[in-house]
């Protein structure tokens, strides 16, 4: 069946980084789309990045020209580095297949000093 598990979440400082990372099983992970989606407390979830087969990237405004999303099809795993975090980006970060609407667990993402 279809596994997601994202890691990298943690407490950071405001202007600093993290890479996220999320393996991808059970399906042929380079024939497909994948987006990473954040969810703040109290707040709807929010995509914040998609990468295509073929790495065509697109972002949300909130995070474009801070966060990159990349994949290593090799590995299974799609990645999203986030530099300059600000207190806004804290939120649970989720990855997700579009077309067959599969979530990971998510992991969460704490900017405070």
């Known amino acids: 069946q279809v596994q997601l598990v994202e890691s990298g979440g943690g407490l950071v400082q405001p202007g600093g980084s993290l890479r996220l990372n999320c393996i991808a099983s059970?399906?042929?992970?380079?024939?497909?789309?994948m987006r990473w989606y954040r969810q703040a407390p109290g707040k709807g979830r929010e995509m914040v990045a998609h990468?295509?087969?073929?790495?065509?990237?697109n972002y949300a405004d909130s995070v474009n020209g801070r966060f990159t999303i990349s994949r290593d099809n090799a590995k299974n795993t799609v990645y999203l580095q986030m530099n300059n975090l600000k207190p806004e980006d804290t939120a649970v970060y989720y990855c997700?297949?579009?077309?067959?609407?599969?979530w990971g667990q998510g992991t969460q993402v704490t900017v405070s000093s």
């Open positions: 059970g399906f042929t992970f380079s024939a497909y789309n």
């Open positions: 990468i295509s087969t073929g790495g065509t990237t």
């Open positions: 997700m297949v579009p077309s067959s609407g599969n």
